[in-house]
């Protein structure tokens, strides 16, 4: 299955919500997705396999991938830096990039940078929906996340626009 075009349902209890995308990574606790909206790149879902309810290949998505493949979108190695060994690793490798990360817990999302990794949780500087940085970091325990985004259009933009109204605000030397 990987690096074909499959769907993804999350168990009731965590959401139920449902993903599409290429696998383009797999361990024994991770499944890496990228995905595609309007047929172009957004980014990677690193979710838990303890999660998954179900993973599908329909004809539908075997139609997506080739009109995928036909406009020139096919499963990169983009997100080869990220270690799916476990949580810490993971959010270990996104700390040294600099990634922008999303924490899904099921109901809610927080956007943020890393600033430290524990041992059963990250600590983020949260970005809230209007693009500014918050006061308090958050440390978000292991055990809430359900799903980690990176590289999507969404956290990229809100971060940039972050960062560049900082900026802004910062006193002037």
Not at 24 to 33: E, I, N, P, S, Y
Not at 118 to 144: C, H, N, Q
């Amino acid at each position: 299955m990987a690096g074909d075009y499959i769907e993804i349902v999350l168990k009731d209890e965590v959401g139920g919500e449902e993903h599409e995308g290429f696998i383009v990574g797999l361990t024994g606790g991770f499944v890496l997705l990228e995905v595609f909206e309007a047929w172009s790149s957004d980014g990677v879902r690193i979710i838990p396999l303890e999660h998954i309810e179900t993973v599908s290949r329909d004809p539908i998505h075997k139609d997506r991938q080739a009109i995928l493949a036909w406009n020139g979108a096919v499963p990169t190695e983009a997100f080869d830096w990220l270690n799916l060994s476990g949580f810490r690793a993971l959010f270990a490798s996104a700390l040294a990039v600099d990634a922008t990360v999303c924490l899904h817990d099921g109901d809610e999302m927080e956007v943020g940078k890393i600033l430290a990794v524990f041992d059963t949780a990250v600590r983020l500087k949260l970005i809230d929906g209007a693009g500014a940085w918050m006061s308090e970091p958050l440390d978000y325990p292991f055990e809430d996340i359900v799903m980690v985004e990176t590289g999507d259009q969404y956290s990229t933009v809100l971060r940039r626009y972050a960062e560049a109204m900082a900026g802004k605000n910062a006193p002037k030397q």
